[in-house]
């Protein structure tokens, strides 16, 4: 094992670059721009690091009804990463130049094959920048290996699930989107403004600090206690724009030391695709 705790420092990663077993993953990615992260990644990146599109690797097809970043299927997502040179025992760390509101995707889909060692990069390529750490701009050629995990090993909610969960009080959802989009004030991607009737406001930039990397776990743990009070970690739900961001409330909310939440993968891009599901605004 190479890293004790889910989440890196930048000088953690620099002293172990050249570890074997080592994988990183660049997952930088504009949702309006989505040629910009690939494009940042050949301008430089961490050394060895494999380049992870949002869109074409950490996500399946877009179906009418699917929201906007459907789960890739399993033998897809493992067929990626044997070709990244990746399999059960590598140790993967992600990053991206948000906080890891990208990044903790790609954490998510590993824990959800039963990957043991996959962390975060805290505060990402910007405090790889910030401590001085090398950039290369060659993409490196990695053998291929068989990536075999097991997937299912985090629990997913679609619509039907959520909209029985909030009927029967089972669930609370918490909703990683900004407080202007939950409010339906702005929306500036999906077709439809506002949230789920019953959801909670918990947009993940709480859950870092201002320089970008996580609050510690005492914080996280204050900030997450009045939503989730004396709920187990089976309760809750989070979501967000498409299950991108929801992510990184997970990983917090693990971080904080709650055990993991559940995904609505579709999330709110799934919500309002039937056009007759119930939208609230504030």
């Known amino acids: 094992m190479i890293f004790e705790s889910a989440l890196v420092s930048p000088d953690q990663l620099a002293a172990q670059l050249g570890s074997s077993g080592l994988a990183i993953l660049d997952c930088r990615f504009d949702l309006l721009h989505p040629d910009a992260g690939q494009k940042a990644y050949l301008e430089g990146h961490i050394p060895g690091a494999r380049y992870a599109n949002l869109d074409q690797d950490l996500a399946g097809p877009v179906g009418s009804a699917s929201g906007r970043h459907p789960l890739p299927a399993a033998s897809e997502l493992q067929r990626q990463l044997g070709v990244w040179g990746i399999d059960?025992?590598?140790t993967v760390v992600a990053y991206d130049a948000v906080g890891g509101?990208?990044?903790a995707r790609a954490w998510w889909l590993l824990k959800w094959l039963g990957h043991r060692e996959a962390v975060l990069?805290?505060?990402g390529l910007p405090a790889w920048r910030a401590g001085n750490h090398p950039?290369?701009?060659a993409t490196a050629e990695h053998q291929a290996r068989h990536y075999i995990g097991m997937p299912g090993q985090r629990r997913v909610y679609d619509a039907a699930a959520i909209e029985a969960g909030l009927r029967d009080g089972t669930i609370v959802l918490l909703d990683a989107r900004d407080e202007r989009r939950f409010r339906g004030q702005q929306e500036p991607i999906d077709t439809a403004a506002g949230h789920v009737p019953g959801a909670v406001n918990a947009p993940f930039q709480h859950n870092l600090s201002a320089d970008g990397r996580f609050r510690p776990a005492a914080a996280l743990a204050k900030l997450y206690a009045p939503m989730i009070g004396d709920r187990s970690a089976d309760a809750v739900v989070c979501m967000c724009g498409s299950g991108v961001t929801a992510c990184h409330n997970i990983f917090a909310i693990e971080?904080?030391?709650?055990?993991?939440?559940s995904l609505y993968a579709g999330s709110w891009s799934e919500w309002i695709s039937s056009g007759d599901r119930p939208i609230a605004t504030l």
């Open 88 to 90: 059960r025992h590598s």
């Open 101 to 103: 509101a990208i990044a």
């Open 121 to 123: 990069l805290d505060g």
């Open 135 to 137: 950039l290369e701009t």
């Open 255 to 261: 971080q904080a030391g709650y055990g993991s939440p």
